[in-house]
């Protein structure tokens, strides 16, 4: 079935640093690729998606881009701020199953000032 | 526009107990997913309902049930209650059918 890898965390960086979360998948097709975040007592959002090989999705100025040979979607952000502490989830879902997700486990990232 | 709302937002049963978890959709969105999340097994998908169908399904136990009204407003319920449902339960709901979620804050259940 399909799957999603992330790299465990936590990972902690000073605040300007630059981020890497790394993301990995298992699929048959083309699924489309998500980033989620979680921030400390709040629901998931949504962060910044992508549906074909070399899309690139952006947002708040965290990018990822869809790589169909290396089956990666790493995350990633020039200067972290203090506000970006959270959890962050890599998703895919099928083609023909939109708004089913699966999810990998979660990074969570802590910024310290 | 309001977000999704989860009721309740923490409830404890005893093993064997039922449960019923409701979820009210921002307006206009007609899918409604369930998820589960607990620290071992992460987030797993439960179902999806989409005008009042269930759409598709995860790999859960037929103690795991679901309905949609024709408001879109959605409830799940847990029968024969064990110690690993204990979990945190999200709605998320959507206008499209692309993976774009809107997540509710979740009910936090604690079976003992």
């Known amino acids: 079935g399909d799957s999603v890898t992330q790299m465990e965390g936590p990972v902690t960086l000073s605040e300007e640093a630059f981020l890497t979360i790394n993301c990995t998948y298992t699929a048959t097709g083309y699924p489309s690729l998500f980033w989620y975040v979680q921030y400390p007592g709040e629901g998931l959002q949504l962060l910044l998606k992508a549906t074909k090989a070399d899309d690139k999705g952006s947002n708040k100025g965290f990018e990822a881009t869809y790589r169909k040979e290396t089956t990666s979607f790493h995350l990633e952000k020039g200067s972290v701020q203090v506000s970006d502490s959270a959890v962050y989830f890599c998703?895919?879902?099928?083609?023909?199953?939109?708004?089913?997700?699966?999810f990998g486990g979660g990074t969570r990232l802590m910024v310290k000032p | 526009k309001a977000g999704v709302t989860q009721t309740p937002r923490y409830l404890i049963k005893t093993r064997g107990q039922q449960v019923t978890l409701s979820c009210s959709p921002i307006s206009g969105h007609r899918s409604v997913s369930w998820y589960q999340q607990t620290p071992g097994q992460g987030l797993q998908f439960l179902f999806e309902y989409f005008s009042e169908t269930q759409r598709n399904k995860g790999n859960f136990p037929g103690r795991f049930s679901g309905r949609q009204f024709s408001n879109s407003r959605s409830e799940m319920n847990v029968s024969t209650l064990e110690l690993g449902d204990s979990a945190l339960y999200l709605c998320?709901?959507?206008?499209?059918?692309?993976?774009?979620?809107?997540f509710g804050e979740g009910s936090r259940l604690t079976v003992l």
């Open positions: 998320a709901s959507s206008q499209l059918n692309t993976g774009e979620l809107f």
């Open positions: 998703a895919l879902t099928p083609l023909d199953a939109g708004n089913m997700l699966t």
